[in-house]
């Protein structure tokens, strides 16, 4: 599941870590994989009328092909999201692409609902400021952001009450 069809780089680590991004992955065999364009795959094979639930668990690279889903539309397919996201876990993921990410999901009626291995309640919305704040920095980084945070939850908790 990726943005494009084609091949990617990815790193394995013949666990529960592997990724597109290395520093995730830790000592991952670094290995070509072949990658679909996950937007185009909905957009062929579905219509907007079915109901669609996405789970992404994608150790990092749920950001690009989110991302790619709302520039290129298919993300109004979905009509619920079930995610993990790994910005603490992914130094390439910064505070405010997190933000600015939850706020177009938000624009775009979607709410992130928890997926985890370790959880059991997976009606809770995954927009816990201790998901996306990693370091000192990234505290500082998302006091930028939180006015913009704040408008993606209240967002989300409009359209968690109306689910």
């Not at 990617?8 to 990658?35: D, L, M, P, W």
């Not at 505290?139 to 359209?159: P, W």
């Amino acid at each position: 599941m990726w943005t494009k069809d084609g091949e990617e780089q990815f790193f394995n680590a013949n666990n529960e870590s592997s990724s597109v991004y290395k520093r995730k992955s830790g000592r991952g065999k670094k290995q070509t994989i072949k990658s679909i364009n996950f937007d185009r795959y909905i957009k062929e094979n579905f219509n907007k009328e079915d109901e669609i639930i996405l789970k992404l668990d994608i150790e990092g690279a749920e950001y690009e092909v989110l991302e790619h889903m709302i520039e290129n539309g298919s993300i109004r397919y979905i009509n619920k999201l079930f995610i993990e996201w790994h910005c603490r876990k992914v130094v390439e993921i910064s505070v405010g692409r997190h933000i600015d990410l939850l706020l177009k999901l938000a624009d775009n009626n979607i709410a992130p609902y928890c997926w985890s291995h370790q959880r059991t309640k997976f009606n809770e919305l995954a927009i816990s400021k201790r998901d996306i704040a990693r370091t000192n920095n990234d505290l500082s980084q998302f006091k930028k952001h939180e006015s913009k945070y704040n408008e993606a939850v209240a967002k989300f908790k409009e359209i968690d009450k109306n689910a």
